[in-house]
């Protein structure tokens, strides 16, 4: 059975930085494509970024790009995101996303297995 637990939402000032991380187990890890996707009430489930089975490939949304950075652990089946210079608009719930393909991949419906999300809330 595949699990995914996010860990590392919370409240943070506008400016700060929060560092999500996603345990995974019940995968083959090392070989598969991770993501972190977000959502809003009201709205669709929003790619934020990927990453590639060996972390040599990562993939960003452009309102995140400079700013947040994914990154993977094939050692401890981890995968994280380091979320800098946050803004009220980066308030959502995050999801942690793996795929049985190996690339970085952008789409939703690429994704099989799914974590049950964590909140961030970023206070103006």
């Known amino acids: 059975q595949v699990q995914l637990v996010e860990s590392g939402g919370g409240l943070v000032q506008a400016g700060g930085s929060l560092r999500l991380s996603c345990a995974a187990s019940?995968?083959?890890?090392?070989?598969?494509?991770m993501g972190w996707f977000r959502r809003t009430p009201g709205k669709d489930r929003e790619f934020v970024a990927a990453i590639n089975w060996s972390g040599s490939n990562t993939l960003y949304a452009d309102s995140v790009k400079g700013r947040f950075t994914i990154s993977r652990d094939n050692a401890k089946n981890t995968v994280s995101l380091q979320m800098d210079r946050l803004s009220p608009e980066d308030t959502a719930v995050y999801y942690c996303?793996?795929?049985?393909?190996?690339?970085?991949?952008?789409?939703?419906?690429?994704?099989?297995?799914w974590g049950q999300g964590t909140q961030v809330t970023v206070s103006a």
């Open positions: 996303a793996a795929h049985q393909g190996s690339y970085a991949a952008t789409m939703y419906r690429n994704y099989d297995y």
């Open positions: 019940g995968l083959t890890f090392g070989s598969s494509g």
